[in-house]
C-alpha cells in the first residue's frame, strides 16, 4: 500500500471524531494537496486548508493566530501539524483553538495519528503478502504444463523473492482433531502459534510458508546446496520432528508429509501432491508415525496406483474372505505385524503382544477359514497391498464426505 492511500476517508473520520471529543476542540486531517478529507465540521471536508500547503512543503508545525488565519483561505486560528511516515509528509492534522489550550494536545495526537497509520500500512502489506503467497500456492498446487504459464508463474514468485527453480521439498502440515466447536479466536491462535513454529524452523530468506487453510500449513523448503539430499532430508526431518514436538507442547497435535525433492515448478507440485499423500497415510492409520517422508512410503504409493479391475480380481480370491470373516481385524493387524516385521515369527508375537503358541493358533486359523497360508509370502504381500489400498480409499471417501457435510 503507497503512503498516499493511507488516508482512508473513514479511517480518517474515526481518528478525527476521537481526538475532537477527547480534548474538546476542532479536528480536521487533510490529504497531501491541502484539501480536507475529515473534520468534525462536516461542512468544511472537501475545502482547501491553505494553512496546510506550507506545512506539507516544510514539514514542520506551525501556529496561526486569528490574523494569520484570515490571510488563509479555509483556516481558522490553531495549530497545522504534518503527518509523516516513512519520512514523507502525506497529510497534516489542524486543531482549532488558542496555542497555549491545544499545544499540549498537538504533539500527543500527531505522534497517535502516526502510529495508527503506519500500524495500518504495515497491516495492509501484511495482508497482500498473505494473499500473493496464497495465491502463488493455489497456481503451484493445481499447476499443468499444458494450461499455464509457467514464466508468469516464475516471475510471481520472484515479486515475493522466492526463485522456483531452486531445489526445494514440499512439506503440508496439517492440525489434527481440530474441534470444530473452537472459537474464532482459538483458530487465530492455533494458526498464530504454528505459523510462527514453522517460520523459527523454516527461517531461510528463500524458505517459502504460508497457511493453507484453517487447519492446513505449506512449506516449500529451500533445499541447501552445499549438503547431500540425503543430509538434508535428515534436517528437513529433524526440523518438522521439532515442529510437531513444539506444537504438541502448546496443546495442538499435527501430522506433517514431507515430498520428494523439486527444481521446477512441475516437479514441485508433485513434492506437494507427495507430501499430501504420505499425510494421507498417516490418516489413514498405515503408519504410526506424525511425521512421514514419502520416500518412506513405496508400497503405499503402489498400492494406491493398483488398476482397480486388477484388485477386484485378486480381491475376490483373497481378500473378500478376510473381510467377511468375523475376526478379520485381527486377521488384517496380524498380515501388517507379519509383513512389518519382515516375517520374523518372534518379532510379529511380540509386536502382538501375544505367545508364539498364540500366533501359531491364529496362523492355522487364518489359512483354515480364510484359505491363507502366511508363509506363501507372495499372497501375504498382495493381501498387505489391498489393505493399504482399502484404507486409502476409506480415508478419501471419509474426507470427501466430512468436506460434503
Not at 161 to 174: P, Q, T
Not at 245 to 273: D, M, Q
Not at 297 to 320: G, N, R, T, W
Not at 366 to 379: A, H, P, V
Request: aromatic share 6%.
Amino acid at each position: 500500500m503507497s503512503n498516499s492511500n493511507l488516508l482512508d476517508k473513514t479511517l480518517c473520520e474515526k481518528l478525527v471524531q476521537s481526538a475532537s471529543l477527547t480534548i474538546g476542540h476542532d479536528v480536521l486531517i487533510t490529504n497531501s494537496t491541502g484539501h480536507i478529507i475529515a473534520c468534525n465540521d462536516a461542512t468544511r471536508v472537501d475545502s482547501l486548508h491553505e494553512a496546510s500547503i506550507e506545512v506539507i512543503h516544510s514539514a514542520h508545525k506551525i501556529y496561526h493566530d486569528t490574523a494569520a488565519a484570515r490571510k488563509l483561505a479555509g483556516t481558522k486560528p490553531g495549530i497545522t501539524i504534518p503527518i509523516i511516515i516513512d519520512s514523507t509528509v502525506i497529510g497534516t492534522i489542524g486543531i482549532t483553538g488558542a496555542p497555549h489550550e491545544i499545544s499540549q494536545y498537538a504533539l500527543l495526537i500527531q505522534q497517535l495519528a502516526q502510529i495508527f497509520l503506519d500500524f495500518e500500512k504495515r497491516q495492509s502489506s501484511t495482508t497482500r503478502a498473505d494473499y500473493l503467497k496464497k495465491n502463488l500456492l493455489r497456481e503451484i498446487i493445481i499447476y499443468d504444463p499444458r494450461s499455464h504459464d509457467d514464466t508468469a508463474i516464475c516471475e510471481r514468485a520472484y515479486e515475493l523473492g522466492i526463485d522456483l527453480n531452486a531445489m526445494r521439498v514440499a512439506i503440508k502440515l496439517e492440525e489434527e482433531n481440530a474441534p470444530r466447536a473452537a472459537s474464532a479466536e482459538e483458530k487465530r491462535t492455533h494458526q498464530t502459534q504454528i505459523l510462527e513454529c514453522l517460520a523459527h524452523h523454516f527461517d531461510h530468506p528463500q524458505d517459502f510458508v504460508c497457511p493453507q487453510s484453517n487447519i492446513g500449513y505449506v512449506v516449500f523448503a529451500f533445499g541447501l546446496r552445499s549438503i547431500q539430499p540425503q543430509q538434508y532430508l535428515e534436517v528437513l526431518q529433524r526440523k518438522c520432528f521439532c515442529v510437531s514436538s513444539e506444537c504438541l507442547a502448546a496443546g495442538i497435535h499435527v501430522r506433517i508429509g514431507i515430498g520428494s525433492f523439486a527444481n521446477s515448478l512441475e516437479t514441485l507440485r508433485l513434492s506437494y501432491e507427495n507430501a499430501q499423500f504420505a499425510i494421507k497415510s498417516i490418516q489413514a492409520g498405515i503408519r504410526s508415525s506424525t511425521c512421514l517422508y514419502v520416500g518412506d512410503i513405496v508400497l503405499e504409493k503402489i498400492a494406491a496406483s493398483l488398476p482397480e479391475q486388477i484388485c477386484d480380481e485378486i480381491s475376490m480370491h483373497l481378500f473378500s474372505q478376510i473381510m467377511q470373516a468375523k475376526n478379520r481385524e485381527e486377521i488384517l493387524l496380524t498380515i501388517e505385524h507379519w509383513f512389518q516385521q519382515r516375517f520374523n515369527f518372534v518379532q510379529t508375537a511380540q509386536a502382538l503382544h501375544i505367545h508364539k503358541s498364540t500366533l501359531v493358533y491364529r496362523f492355522r486359523r487364518i489359512r483354515e477359514t480364510c484359505g491363507l497360508d502366511m508363509y506363501d509370502l507372495d499372497k501375504v504381500l498382495a493381501v498387505y497391498l489391498l489393505d493399504i489400498r482399502q484404507k486409502l480409499y476409506t480415508q478419501t471417501e471419509s474426507r470427501s464426505s466430512s468436506a460434503v457435510i
